[in-house]
């Protein structure tokens, strides 16, 4: 059976800070790996990642892969209130119709 | 505009009740999933469909129903649902190979109650 565990659970920070969100997974027929920002409502897509050791980066936030110890990190640098969000991590199937397992989701809320 | 749309937003009913959720996505998808979560458990699919008249089961079928009659929509059907079915619903959709289309597209989410 497909596992996906994120860590922490939740995490309180202060603007300005960096924070370093785990996804560690174990899915058959690995494709790839996707970051989600949820806010109030639908999860956003922020990052897919396919190969090991090539960081994607999009402003504050950069990701990275290790599909040999099976775990992807999510950085945010210079955190902010809008940062503030449940972070989910979903690796892919090749099979199994795209299906996508979630993790749990870490709840990030920056303070002022 | 792109998007996947979901009806209704709220919906608060009683046990044994049969209800719809609908699911529309008008970006000519191939790929459409039913999704609920609960807190600490993150999103677990119930449902998905490859293409028109294909569907199979998720994680968490129990409980649910679903169709495929045409590409754009993949309606949700709770036959008679129980409380343990209250939860937050999001309906998704993507193309064939997710991979070149950055993941999927939520809808906004249904909150189900059931009382």
């Known amino acids: 059976e497909d596992k996906v565990v994120q860590s922490p659970l939740s995490l309180v920070v202060h603007e300005g800070d960096t924070v370093t969100l785990n996804c560690s997974y174990e899915?058959?027929?690995?494709?790839?790996l996707l970051w989600y920002k949820q806010e109030k409502k639908a999860p956003t897509f922020l990052f897919m990642l396919?190969?090991?050791?090539i960081e994607k980066k999009s402003g504050r936030l950069s990701s990275i892969l290790d599909k040999k110890e099976l775990f992807s990190i999510l950085n945010i640098t210079a955190t902010q209130t809008g940062d503030s969000a449940i972070y989910l991590c979903?690796?892919?199937?090749?099979?199994?119709?795209?299906?996508?397992?979630f993790g749990g989701g870490t709840r990030l809320m920056v303070k002022p | 505009e792109a998007q996947v749309t979901q009806n209704p937003r709220y919906l608060i009913t009683v046990t044994g009740k049969k209800l719809t959720v609908t699911c529309s996505q008008n970006?000519?998808?191939?790929?459409m999933s039913w999704y609920r979560q609960d807190p600490g458990l993150g999103l677990r699919q119930i449902y998905y469909?490859?293409?028109?008249?294909?569907?199979d089961k998720g994680d968490v079928p129990e409980g649910y129903k679903v169709s495929r009659k045409e590409k754009r929509n993949f309606p949700l059907i709770l036959e008679s649902p129980s409380p343990n079915q209250t939860s937050l619903y999001f309906c998704?959709?993507?193309?064939?190979?997710?991979?070149?289309?950055?993941?999927?597209?939520f809808g906004s989410g249904t909150r189900l109650t059931v009382v």
């Open positions: 998704a959709s993507s193309p064939r190979d997710y991979h070149l289309a950055y993941g999927y597209t």
């Open positions: 899915v058959t027929n690995f494709r790839s």
């Open positions: 396919t190969s090991s050791g």
């Open positions: 979903a690796p892919g199937r090749v099979d199994a119709g795209n299906m996508l397992t």
């Open positions: 970006m000519n998808h191939e790929y």
């Open positions: 469909s490859m293409n028109v008249e294909v569907t």
